[in-house]
């Protein structure tokens, strides 16, 4: 039965050709290159020169430093540390804020969570129809609009000020929690096979100081306004 389950979901989600052939089974990944090849209508590439195991008897060891190592590298590591710091400051700075919402505090999060849940599906279905940086560039588009429109809001004295501020929050933490999907597929995909894990963890701890930073701001915008209307009744 389990080996009935494994041939099914081998023709589903084929094995990574570089394990077959690490363990020599060259035959199975020449199959699944060629499968690729032919999907993708490209056959510029000599499977006797590409098949083949490294003739290499010691096993490297990676650090955070080849993270660094060449200027892609370099590159890539310092683009995707923003967006993972951004990430973690805006969507905990959202989640931090939810108290200074209009309405009641219990819809409001609720709402927050059952946003997330179509955002997430278009933001796949973004990412599989114009590609990951473009659907992420999207993601951030809306975020921004979606926070300058509200610090404007805040400036002005209209009629539902409070309830427009609200609704732009949860579209804001909406295309967060989508850009979230698809930065971390971009940060698997960019990474080389060997330093993946290494990245993405390293990544997953800056976002980490991202989601401190956030509720600071949160914190600190309160403290101001308190302040401020302190002076005014001194005043």
Not at 108 to 134: D, Q, V
Not at 135 to 149: D, E, K, Q, R
Request: with cysteine; charged share 15%; net charge positive.
């Amino acid at each position: 039965m389990a080996r009935k389950y494994k041939d099914t979901q081998s023709n589903i989600v084929p094995e990574s050709f570089r394990w077959y052939i690490a363990h020599e089974k060259f035959d199975k990944a020449k199959y699944i290159i060629t499968s690729i090849a032919k999907f993708n209508r490209n056959y510029d590439f000599n499977t006797a020169i590409d098949l083949r195991r490294p003739d290499s008897p010691t096993k490297l060891r990676y650090s955070l430093l080849n993270l660094f190592q060449t200027r892609t590298l370099v590159k890539v590591t310092l683009l995707l540390t923003l967006n993972w710091i951004t990430l973690g400051v805006v969507v905990f700075g959202l989640l931090f804020g939810i108290q200074n919402l209009s309405g009641y505090l219990y819809l409001n999060t609720f709402l927050f969570s059952l946003t997330t849940i179509p955002s997430k599906a278009i933001a796949t279905w973004l990412s599989h129809r114009t590609g990951r940086r473009k659907a992420t560039s999207i993601c951030f588009i809306v975020v921004g609009i979606a926070g300058l429109t509200g610090g404007v809001l805040q400036t002005l004295d209209v009629k539902y000020k409070d309830q427009f501020t609200t609704v732009l929050a949860i579209m804001a933490n909406s295309s967060t929690s989508a850009a979230w999907g698809t930065v971390q597929t971009m940060t698997v995909e960019l990474y080389p096979t060997v330093i993946r894990n290494i990245g993405f963890g390293m990544l997953s701890f800056i976002g980490g100081i991202g989601s401190v930073i956030g509720p600071q701001f949160v914190y600190l915008v309160h403290r101001c306004s308190r302040d401020s209307k302190e002076n005014n009744l001194l005043d």
